[in-house]
């Protein structure tokens, strides 16, 4: 074989690894529809019954969690747009995006926790779970994180995305 042929098989194996396919497709859905659906599903089935916000003043530390968690989310969502769209700056924002989600549910957890006025079994029935699902999201974002950095699918397909020095 001819180096010509060599040099064009590897620019076909390269082009069919370009663009927003497989497992960054999956990432894409995952970030603007999956995740959120779940975070929705997961707040409204864990949201505290009326009588027990008014036992310890859990009506705060919910909302104020909950508008945090809205917050985080609809900047993942955001994230994963500006991926499908093969934005410049987006698999920057992407990573941002999940370790912030990490950092905003560590936060959120605290938040829950400090704000209301619950004696410390409260806490101590909150943290197993509150770490156990902080274990999952470390994992969620580590798995997507290392592979955004070393795929070559999307170092073939954001290569030529101009960067923004805006981060826009």
């Known amino acids: 074989m001819s180096d010509a042929s060599e040099g064009g098989r590897s620019r076909l194996a390269y082009d069919a ?3 927003v396919g497989g497992w960054l497709l999956f990432l894409c859905i995952s970030m603007v529809f999956i995740t959120p659906i779940f975070k929705l599903v997961t707040t409204l089935g864990t949201w505290p ?3 027990l916000m008014n036992l310890y003043n ?7 969690a ?3 968690d809205v917050l985080m989310t609809g900047w993942l969502i955001y994230a994963g747009i500006r991926l499908w769209m093969v934005a410049p700056n987006a698999v920057f924002t992407a990573k941002l995006a999940l370790i912030g989600n990490l950092v905003g549910f560590i936060i959120s957890m605290f938040l829950l926790v400090g704000i209301a006025d ?3 079994v409260f806490a101590d029935a909150v943290w197993p779970e509150a770490i156990k699902q902080g274990l999952r999201e470390a994992v ?8 955004l950095s ?3 699918r999307v170092a073939a ?3 030529s995305v101009p960067v923004s020095p805006a981060g826009t």
């Open 150 to 152: 070393v795929s070559k």
């Open 17 to 19: 690894r370009r663009g």
């Open 58 to 64: 859990l009506r705060g530390a919910f909302y104020t």
């Open 118 to 120: 619950a004696p410390p």
């Open 66 to 68: 909950a508008v945090f």
């Open 140 to 147: 969620y974002v580590g798995i997507w994180t290392w592979y």
């Open 49 to 51: 019954s009326e009588s």
């Open 157 to 159: 397909t954001y290569q």
